[in-house]
């Protein structure tokens, strides 16, 4: 079964009402062995397109991903890059800046960890926390030390500018962003919040201040509007995947990916007729 991923991108100057975006379609599947073979079918892909992406070693790959708590980034990337070799694939997962990352410009932690080329690099949480929980608590922008000219109504403004120059520039020299949002209902994370409260093993995934931010709901949706009409470009796409079942989010990630790094069109590196006979003269010696 095929996905049409066109239906969830953000289309670059797009106008975004999050409550227009569903949290929930039909199952892109039809029982859970279809699930799980439409997965591994996924999962093999992955596979097979990283594999050329890393010997080729002309492009990377950034995948972001940013939601609200309890929507199922980490058990995404789990899922959809279970098949990927650990030496062509990287994981960053930023919470809250430490003292010397908060001394330097907002994009500067992530930045460092940008993936090389041939490798894919996966941002859970990322330079985008910085216009939606420092918008929704604008007392953090105080802690950070910026200068108060750099700190007034126009630095939403600023930092959307600021994002969509240097995704253009990575664009520009071979990166190429993916970005996922993965679209939540109040409804289903109160359910998934009371899992984690219900079920011993997931209790180290709950605490107080999952309850605190859920109280600024409202806030966070429109920190989100206002990012991904700024920052969804045709360079760096924002997809916004409905979330409330954690199988469709999954499979239309995968498909996603797989449809981004086919744009790439990757071969794996033809052998000159010069290094065939060397390798021809090296076998040789093996033989022997």
């Known amino acids: 079964m095929k996905i049409d991923v066109s239906e969830f991108r953000v289309r670059a100057g797009a106008r975004v009402k999050l409550g227009r975006w569903p949290t929930r379609i039909d199952p892109v599947y039809r029982d859970a062995d279809h699930y799980a073979s439409m997965l591994a079918d996924h999962v093999a892909e992955l596979r097979r397109q990283q594999a050329m992406l890393y010997a080729s070693a002309s492009y990377a790959l950034l995948l972001v991903f940013q939601a609200m708590d309890a929507a199922g ?11 990927v070799n650990p030496q062509g694939c990287q994981v960053y997962s930023f919470k809250h800046p430490s003292p010397a990352e908060l001394q330097h410009d907002f994009l500067w932690r992530t930045t460092r960890d940008l ?18 929980i420092v918008r929704v608590h604008p007392e953090i922008l105080a802690s950070e030390g910026v200068p108060q000219a750099a700190a007034g109504k126009a630095v939403w403004r600023s930092r959307y500018r600021s994002i969509v120059d240097l995704e ?3 664009h520009a020299n071979g990166t190429r962003i993916v970005k996922f949002f993965l679209h939540l209902s109040k409804e289903e994370q109160r359910r998934r ?8 093993a997931k209790n180290w995934k709950f605490s ?3 309850i605190e931010e859920r109280r600024y709901w409202k806030q966070y949706m ?3 509007e206002k990012c991904l009409e700024a920052t969804s470009t045709d360079e760096a796409p924002w997809y916004v995947v409905p979330a409330d079942d954690k199988r469709t989010a999954r499979l239309i990630v995968s498909s996603v990916i ?3 790094v086919r744009a790439l069109k ?3 590196p033809k052998t000159s007729p010069e290094r065939r006979r060397e390798l021809l003269a090296l076998r040789r010696q093996l033989t022997r």
Do not use: C, Q, T, W
């Open 208 to 210: 107080r201040a999952d």
């Open 193 to 200: 919040f009371i899992e984690r409260i219900d079920e011993p």
């Open 73 to 83: 980034k980490d058990g995404a990337i789990a899922h959809v890059m279970s098949g």
């Open 115 to 132: 993936p090389e080329r041939g490798r894919i690099g996966i941002f859970n949480r990322s330079y985008y926390e910085e216009v939606l």
């Open 258 to 260: 797989m449809e981004s």
């Open 222 to 224: 429109h920190a989100y």
């Open 168 to 170: 253009k520039h990575l």
């Open 266 to 268: 990757l071969e794996f």
